[in-house]
């Protein structure tokens, strides 16, 4: 065990190349290119902490060619 403060830990410098990346594609129909787009979230006046009915925009990406958004980016609470 070591007494001695702890010292803010350097992060080593990772040169990450574009060939160590991995594509995300459209499970659907494989096109590699995707769109920003929103997903609104509506809060009810009355679970609102201001009172008001409240629109939270989700900001996710979705397929460019059909316009999917990818499982790992639904939010959750939809079932
Ligand atoms: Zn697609």
Redesign the pocket.
């Given at each position: 065990m070591s007494t001695k403060p702890l010292k803010p830990i350097k992060q080593p410098q990772k040169k990450i190349s574009i060939e160590d990346t991995e594509s995300l594609k459209?499970?659907?129909?494989?096109?590699y290119s995707f769109i920003k787009s929103y997903f609104i979230r509506r809060i009810s006046a009355i679970l609102s902490p201001t009172g008001q009915e409240t629109m939270i925009p989700i900001e996710v990406f979705s397929?460019?060619?059909?316009?999917?958004v990818p499982a790992s980016m639904m939010p959750k609470g939809d079932g």
């Amino acid at each position: 065990m070591s007494t001695k403060p702890l010292k803010p830990i350097k992060q080593p410098q990772k040169k990450i190349s574009i060939e160590d990346t991995e594509s995300l594609k459209c499970e659907d129909c494989n096109n590699y290119s995707f769109i920003k787009s929103y997903f609104i979230r509506r809060i009810s006046a009355i679970l609102s902490p201001t009172g008001q009915e409240t629109m939270i925009p989700i900001e996710v990406f979705s397929c460019g060619n059909c316009g999917k958004v990818p499982a790992s980016m639904m939010p959750k609470g939809d079932g």
